[in-house]
């Protein structure tokens, strides 16, 4: 069953505009993260977030998570058209030996 | 970074043949390689979980000696996907586990159309 849960599943915003996207899952986790996919490609790493860790930045990427909730925030700001991908959460839950699993994942849509 | 290729990129067969994909990690060893299938406009789904030197644990549904799986080296895992069928037809992306990180990394996906 899916672990990851994103929402919204499409999204589409103005080149300049901030992205949120967000995640939820269900079971105890070590760690969640964030995949981006162009079209027809292979899955490119953007961020990992530990179960001790709130928040993380990497250059426009901002990873919230709150375990509480069991939820994850992806934030990209000022969004590119090359940001036009779809992206995915994956959740490697507490003694799933690295495993991990997808949540559906978001088309993002950047217009010029 | 660590980088992972698959070979090859794409390729189409016949129905009823076999057809093997090859999975490697470039710049480290990895302990452990994952196999997953997408569907168009669909999520990653979990094929198997290998490890160099021991055999493959499958998810539930996938047929074993259907999709074969090898994990001769720390570098190179292949899966073959046997007496292939047109519903075989999908996007397999491979992965890669190695040394202090917990991050997958993927290669850049075969995509399979059985005729």
């Known amino acids: 069953s899916q672990q990851g849960e994103e929402d919204p599943q499409a999204l589409s915003i103005q080149e300049g505009e901030n992205a949120t996207m967000n995640c939820s899952y269900k079971t105890s986790i070590n760690n969640l993260q964030w995949y981006r996919q162009n079209s027809g490609r292979g899955l490119v790493h953007l961020i990992l977030?530990?179960?001790?860790?709130r928040e993380k930045h990497s250059g426009r990427l901002r990873v919230t998570l709150d375990t509480s909730k069991k939820s994850s925030s992806l934030l990209i700001t000022a969004s590119r058209a090359a940001d036009t991908a779809s992206y995915f959460c994956?959740?490697?839950?507490?003694?799933?030996?690295?495993?991990?699993?997808f949540g559906k994942g978001i088309t993002l849509s950047v217009r010029p | 970074g660590a980088v992972v290729s698959q070979h090859p990129s794409w390729v189409i067969c016949k129905s009823g043949t076999s057809v093997k994909i090859e999975c490697r990690s470039l710049d480290f060893q990895a302990t452990t390689m994952f196999w997953y299938r997408q569907f168009p406009k669909q999520s990653l789904m979990l094929m198997a979980t290998?490890?160099?030197?021991?055999?493959?644990?499958?998810e539930q549904g996938v047929e074993k000696d259907k999709f074969l799986i090898n994990h001769a080296s720390l570098t190179l895992s292949t899966l073959t996907v046997t007496s292939a069928h047109p519903e075989d037809s999908s996007f397999y992306i491979c992965s890669a586990v190695g040394g202090s990180t917990d991050t997958q990394y993927f290669g850049p996906g075969t995509r399979l159309t059985v005729l």
């Open positions: 290998s490890n160099e030197g021991s055999k493959a644990t499958y």
């Open positions: 994956a959740t490697d839950a507490s003694g799933a030996n690295s495993k991990l699993t």
């Open positions: 977030i530990r179960s001790n860790e």
